[in-house]
Nanobody, 126 residues
Framework: LLVEFGGGSVQIGDSLRLACQATGQSFTTYTLGWFRQALGTEREFVAAVTWRGGRTYYAPAVKGRFTISRDNAKESVYLEMNNRKPEDTADYYC?????????????????????WGRGTQVAVSS
């Protein structure tokens, strides 16, 4: 089970940190990712980090503003979001996959992930 924390409402340019914790099952050897879904749109990839934390992948829309990290000892993955924009408003989901893909292509695909959290809502306003 994956549970997201840290959602809320922030103003443009503010920072926010999301967390996702695994319970009931260990995901320390899984690649963990974050996706988001705005109202009326499809769920899209945000970022992913491999199980050792050595490789990270980002969607172009967030690269340079968001940072994904993980703490295997805490069974947790984080998403630090800086310089927030109105288009970052969405429900954010964490996900886990046992698939290993050095190119990173598969990590951006929703069907790659077998485990999902229920999401946390983030709103950015002026």
């Amino acid at each position: 089970l994956l549970v997201e924390f840290g959602g809320g409402s922030v103003q443009i340019g503010d920072s926010l940190r999301l967390a996702c914790q695994a319970t009931g099952q260990s995901f320390t050897t899984y690649t963990l990712g974050w996706f988001r879904q705005a109202l009326g749109t499809e769920r899209e990839f945000v970022a992913a980090v491999t199980w050792r934390g050595g490789r990270t992948y980002y969607a172009p829309a967030v690269k340079g503003r968001f940072t994904i990290s993980r703490d295997n000892a805490k069974e947790s993955v984080y998403l630090e979001m800086n310089n927030r924009k109105p288009e970052d408003t969405a429900d954010y989901y964490c996900a886990a996959t046992s698939i290993d893909d050095a190119s990173g292509f598969l990590y951006a695909q929703r069907h790659t992930y077998a485990f999902w959290g229920r999401g946390t809502q983030v709103a950015v306003s002026s």
